[in-house]
Nanobody
Framework: QLQLVESGGGLVQPGGSLRLSCAAS????????MNWYRQAPGKQRELVAA???????KFADSVKGRFTISRDNAKNTAYLQMNSLKLEDTAVYYC??????????WGQGTQVTVSS
C-alpha cells in the first residue's frame, strides 16, 4: 500500500509559480506512474500531468509549456512545477499513484488559488 501527501499549494497571482510535492510512503515508489489531477468547483476531475516509471511524461493541452512534472525516486516524491499560472488553474490538485487497478492511490489534495 502507498500513502501520499501533497504539499505546496496556496494563493498566487496570475503569472506566478508554485511547485507541488507529493511525498509517498509504503510500497516501492519507483514502479508507479505518478499523476497529478485537478478539480475545479463544478467541474470534473481532469488529468493535468503524468510521469511513468521510465520517466515518460504527458500533459493536458491546457498546461503544456507551463507545467512540468518530475520525480525523485530516492526521495519517494513527485513534483508538479507550475509556471505562468492563470485564473483557470485554480483547483484542488490531487496526486495519484497508479500501478494497477488494485494499486491505485490518492492523496488528500491541495488547494491552488490563482487570483489578483
Amino acid at each position: 500500500q502507498l500513502q501520499l501527501v501533497e504539499s505546496g499549494g496556496g494563493l498566487v497571482q496570475p503569472g506566478g509559480s508554485l511547485r507541488l510535492s507529493c511525498a509517498a510512503s509504503g510500497s516501492p515508489f519507483s514502479i508507479y506512474t505518478m499523476n497529478w489531477y485537478r478539480q475545479a468547483p463544478g467541474k470534473q476531475r481532469e488529468l493535468v500531468a503524468a510521469i511513468t516509471s521510465s520517466r515518460s511524461t504527458k500533459f493536458a493541452d491546457s498546461v503544456k509549456g507551463r507545467f512540468t512534472i518530475s520525480r525523485d525516486n530516492a526521495k519517494n516524491t513527485a513534483y508538479l512545477q507550475m509556471n505562468s499560472l492563470k485564473l483557470e488553474d485554480t483547483a484542488v490538485y490531487y496526486c495519484n499513484a497508479y500501478y494497477s487497478q488494485v494499486s491505485d492511490y490518492w492523496g488528500q489534495g491541495t488547494q491552488v488559488t490563482v487570483s489578483s
